[in-house]
């Protein structure tokens, strides 16, 4: 997810440093407005609130090249299943049968279809909004991690396991968006 | 002036830059639990922001290169660790864990002011006439890799003069790298994407191994996650911008 961050941004600072920066602040105060509005936080809000900004992502990737949001997709897609297997560990639990809640959890990740297009379309239509939509999706992916995915994998696992992995998961990213370009 | 000599003095200022960094903690006097997990996660946002910085540098040159240096550095700083556990280590009147990490930090500040000091030496040797230009921009820059170290090493209560002198300590590689790189440019440009990737994965081990996991134990997780985040994207837009 950071890398996914990095190549958002790279692509993001050509195309404008200020907007994609004032883009991020607002993708931040998206996820902590939409964080404190959430009364009951299980994992399927939270996998709704994810959503928003991962489709954003894979839209405004698109808009910059379709090699780019193909890469964005794949990477994203990646990160898409350990995050569904937690959501339907977390609902087998409480007593949901196993393909109801894998049903569910897709449905809660189709939210990114919906986002994907929106954002694509927005982009098509204004694109000097293009830097913006990328530095928000920035934002809001780079608060996600620090707020839910790397506290919640800390409690999990140990320090040194999660940073490794962390590391090559964005080294993986970096590479592959090398490739992209 | 001789040619060396400046690139040497220009080294030396960005050096010194560092040490501004432990400013602001001259009107911070006591530090809450709740300030000392706002001061790692600042850390953690500033040095993440410097990797994206160094990625970025090193990805120009090559990818791959770049990468094969991160996983070096992730190595060569668990190697660091294991040494470092096997003693007993002491420092600034610390002992055990704090002292350990306080170090690890330090060491890998320094081993990253050694790339950046490479890259001053290669850009000066490429002909480049915009040196004073180059000078400032890494200066600036050096500051709120400062004020990682500063923050750090405030919150385990060591005075500020002390920061300061460590903040500057972790840049006096770029002045004498520097010059062997402005010498040797050509011999030198190709390692520097190692280098580079050298510095980023080792700088982000650290951050992901301590200093977040530090702030999220201490500290409210939102209030650190906002703090990171924002610096994250503070930090890479005052790289860009330069």
């Known amino acids: 997810m950071l890398g996914v961050a990095y190549a958002l941004m790279s692509s993001g600072l050509e195309r404008g440093a200020v907007a994609s920066g004032l883009g991020a602040l607002v993708g931040i105060g998206g996820v902590v407005a939409a964080h404190a509005a959430t009364k009951r936080p299980d994992a399927i809000r939270l996998g709704a609130i994810h959503a928003v900004p991962e489709g954003v992502a894979i839209g405004v990737a698109m808009a910059v090249g379709l090699p780019f949001g193909a890469a964005m997709a794949l990477a994203l897609a990646v990160h898409n299943v350990p995050e569904a297997t937690v959501a339907i560990a977390g609902l087998t639990e409480r007593g949901r049968s196993l393909s109801r809640a894998t049903l569910l959890a897709v449905a809660v990740n189709a939210g990114q279809v919906v986002f994907a297009i929106a954002a694509f379309a927005v982009v098509a239509v204004a694109p000097a909004a293009l830097a913006w939509g990328l530095g928000a999706a920035v934002g809001a992916l780079v608060y996600l991690v620090m707020a839910e995915l790397l506290p919640d994998s800390y409690r999990g696992a140990g320090r040194t396991s999660i940073a490794l992995v962390a590391i090559v998961a964005v080294g993986m990213v970096v590479l592959l968006h090398d490739r992209a370009r | ?242």
């Open chain 2, 1 to 242: 002036m001789n040619p060396i000599f400046a690139v040497f003095l220009y080294g030396l200022v960005t050096a010194l830059a560092t040490g501004l960094g432990a400013l602001p903690f001259v009107f911070v006097k006591e530090l809450s639990p709740f300030a000392r997990a706002s001061a790692h996660g600042l850390a953690a946002g500033l040095m993440l922001g410097a990797c994206f910085g160094l990625v970025a540098e090193g990805t120009e040159a090559g990818a791959t290169e770049t990468m094969a240096g991160g996983v070096l550095g992730v190595l060569g700083i668990l190697a660091a660790r294991r040494w470092l556990n096997d003693r007993p280590i002491e420092f600034g009147g610390m002992s055990g864990a704090g002292a350990r990490q306080m170090l690890l930090l330090i060491a890998v500040m320094t081993a990253h002011s050694f790339s950046e000091g490479v890259a001053v030496g290669v850009a000066f040797g490429g002909g480049t006439t915009l040196a004073a230009t180059i000078t400032v921009a890494i200066a600036v820059h050096n500051v709120p890799e400062g004020l990682a170290i500063s923050a750090v090493m405030r919150s385990r209560n060591q005075p500020v003069a002390v920061c300061a002198a460590w903040s500057i300590f972790s840049s006096l590689p770029q002045p004498l790298m520097a010059v062997p790189a402005f010498l040797l440019v050509e011999t030198v440009r190709p390692v520097l994407p190692y280098g580079l990737g050298f510095a980023a994965g080792a700088m982000a081990f650290v951050v992901l191994d301590a200093l977040l996991p530090d702030a999220f134990e201490q500290g409210p997780k939102p209030a650190v996650a906002l703090l990171a985040s924002v610096s994250v994207v503070a930090m890479i837009l005052f790289q860009h911008a330069l």
